[in-house]
Structures are given as structure tokens and as C-alpha cells.
């Protein structure tokens, strides 16, 4: 996937749908003024974006997800650190709008290392919106038969 718009930094992500469970194995990030790579980050052996399986479908459902994270930064040498993410589930069907419209979502809390996100995500759509660190909404979509 790619996120970002014009004068925007960018970013290259590389994910995988493994059927109840979507993970990202690495993420490049450009800059806005220069188009240049300024961050380079894999994650072994890969790092949760969402899980929706069954068990963490449920009203205060929490897990721990663990993996080893290696930052490349430019100008800098690589950083390689054992990660582990608690994620929560908040809430099963909150009404959330965004621009591409009003969605009823699972309402997912991650909490990893000194940062907190939420995400809401829609079962058949994905994920609308993402808040903590930056702000992401979904801005429009179409279903296909």
C-alpha cells in the first residue's frame, strides 16, 4: 500500500492478508520536499495490522504480539530492538464517520513501547481511521462484486 498525498511525506508499506489476520513485513518512508528515503523499517518475522479472527472479535479481548523490529534511518546506523504490542478491543460496533462515510467499526486499542494507538475497522472494508502518532482516514472506497 502507499500513503500520503502531495506535499505530504510518503510511504511504501508492504502487507500480507493471511485470512484472519493482516501483517506488514516492511515500510519505507520519503520525504515530501526532497522524494528522498529517510526511514526503512522491517519488522521479523512480521509485525500486526489488524487481526479479525474470531477470538479477537470480542468485547475486551486483549493479546500480546511480539517481534523484532530494525529501523534504518538515514545517516544512521541500524537499530535492531525486541518489540511487543498489547492490542484491546474497545468496542464491537462504534458509529465512526470519516470522509468516506459513517461506518459501525470494532474499535482496536494497541499499546507498544511509549506510544498508543486506535484503529477502527470495518469487517469487509478494512480499516477506517487510525489515531495516535498521526491522524488516518479512510477518504473514499468501492466494492467490487
Request: aromatic letters at 10%; a negative charge; glycine letters at 8%.
Amino acid at each position: 500500500t502507499k500513503k500520503g498525498d502531495t506535499g505530504m511525506d510518503q510511504s511504501i508499506s508492504w502487507q500480507i492478508d493471511l485470512g484472519d489476520k493482516v501483517v506488514r513485513y516492511r515500510e519505507q518512508s520519503f520525504s515530501a520536499t526532497t522524494g528522498m528515503l529517510t526511514l526503512d523499517e522491517h519488522w521479523n518475522p512480521y509485525k500486526l495490522h489488524i487481526d479479525d479472527s474470531a477470538a479477537h472479535l470480542v468485547l475486551n479481548a486483549t493479546w500480546l504480539e511480539s517481534y523484532e523490529e530494525t529501523k534504518l534511518a538515514t545517516g544512521v546506523q541500524a537499530v535492531t530492538t525486541q518489540e511487543r504490542d498489547r492490542w484491546s478491543v474497545i468496542a464491537l460496533a462504534e458509529k465512526v464517520t470519516v470522509p468516506a462515510g459513517t461506518f459501525y467499526a470494532v474499535v482496536f486499542q494497541k499499546i507498544g513501547g511509549t506510544s498508543s494507538k486506535m484503529y477502527w475497522y470495518v469487517p469487509g472494508l478494512g480499516k477506517v481511521k487510525e489515531s495516535g502518532g498521526q491522524l488516518e482516514e479512510l477518504v473514499s472506497s468501492e466494492v467490487t462484486p
